[in-house]
């Protein structure tokens, strides 16, 4: 999963269109993080993020100019964005555990 948006993300962020782009968006952002005004060294982040809107790649209105600790707890939480019933193993457990409470071990088995 993380190397699928790494890729889409990489694929995007290539290239003379991308430079443009990204400079144009720090100027409209006043080359400071949107989420907390950091200034310095900035990212250029999609808002939707590109494996989900590839249509909005390109889309000014889909940047915004992060700095790199707002970046990258934005993306851990697009990343890491998963029900828990999908996590097997995390599901096995909380199904253990939930036995355990409620049914005697004998019943169990
Ligand atoms: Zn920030």
């Known amino acids: 999963m993380r190397n699928d948006f790494t890729r889409y993300?990489?694929?995007?962020?290539?290239?003379?269109?991308?430079?443009?782009?990204?400079?144009a968006v720090m100027e409209r952002d006043g080359f400071k993080c949107v989420d907390c005004?950091?200034?310095?060294?900035?990212?250029?982040?999609?808002?939707?993020?590109?494996?989900?809107?590839?249509?909005?790649?390109?889309?000014?209105?889909?940047l915004q100019a992060l700095c790199p600790s707002c970046h990258s707890a934005k993306t851990h939480v697009e990343v890491g964005r998963k029900p828990p019933a999908y996590d097997r193993q995390g599901?096995?457990?909380?199904?253990?555990?939930?036995?355990?409470?409620?049914?005697?071990?004998?019943?169990?088995?």
Do not use: F
């Open 9 to 23: 993300s990489r694929h995007v962020t290539r290239g003379p269109r991308w430079k443009a782009l990204r400079m």
């Open 37 to 62: 005004g950091a200034r310095g060294r900035l990212e250029c982040d999609h808002i939707e993020p590109v494996r989900k809107r590839p249509d909005l790649a390109y889309d000014p209105a889909n």
């Open 91 to 109: 599901w096995r457990q909380a199904v253990v555990e939930l036995m355990a409470e409620q049914t005697p071990v004998e019943q169990m088995r």
